[in-house]
């Protein structure tokens, strides 16, 4: 997926409707970071993940065994979600716009994306972005397959807002997002129709 220009849904939510026949998908709420004719792509940003960042320094051999028992609690404490369905193996960085290297890219006017070892190092070191989440794995969409999602009340989507994208709260994300947009949960309909 190229990040080339801004697509309609860069930078928005996507909201699953209670009718989302994907497990993968159900009660989630989707930051997405590229759309344009070639597709979409995003990170699921209210599941969590059971690998801790020591668990992945110690994984790509950042680090040993005696310095993840030293990690300050910055590192110990930093989120590793599951960013979606799509290869699970690799990870991602999604952050504020203050931490930029060679191999980040703005995907908002404040929001940037890294998937290099750099920014990995640099949080552990505590040289890291001032909000960041890593994603493991990501969601993604072939070409017009979103709007379709979109158009069979699959989805519904609002504007993103730094401090959702980053809260560590994630049981009640998807409820938070829905107020954003002054929905009640228990008020959507799973039937597409006309009134």
């Not at 979606?84 to 060679?102: A, K, T």
């Not at 908002?108 to 290099?116: E, R, V």
Request: with cysteine; proline share 5%.
């Amino acid at each position: 997926m190229e990040f080339k220009g801004r697509g309609l849904l860069d930078g928005q939510l996507l909201i699953a409707m209670p009718g989302m026949e994907n497990g993968d998908f159900a009660r989630s709420v989707v930051y997405i970071c590229a759309h344009s004719d070639a597709g979409a792509m995003g990170f699921i940003i209210n599941r969590p993940q059971p690998v801790t960042f020591a668990d992945l320094l110690l994984h790509l051999e950042l680090i040993d065994r005696n310095d993840a028992i030293m990690l300050p609690d910055h590192a110990r404490q930093f989120p590793i979600q599951c960013g979606g369905p799509v290869d699970q193996s690799r990870g991602f960085v999604l952050h504020s716009d203050d931490y930029l290297s060679d191999s980040s890219i703005p995907v908002s006017d404040d929001i940037s994306l890294t998937a290099t070892l750099d920014i990995v190092r640099a949080i552990s070191d505590g040289r890291g972005p001032r909000h960041a989440t890593m994603m493991l794995g990501y969601a993604g969409w072939g070409p017009g397959q979103l709007e379709q999602e979109i158009a069979r009340n699959g989805w519904l989507h609002c504007a993103a807002t730094e401090d959702l994208i980053f809260d560590r709260f994630l049981d009640d994300k998807y409820d938070r997002a829905l107020a954003m947009m002054g929905i009640n949960p228990a008020m959507l309909s799973m039937d597409v129709g006309h009134a």
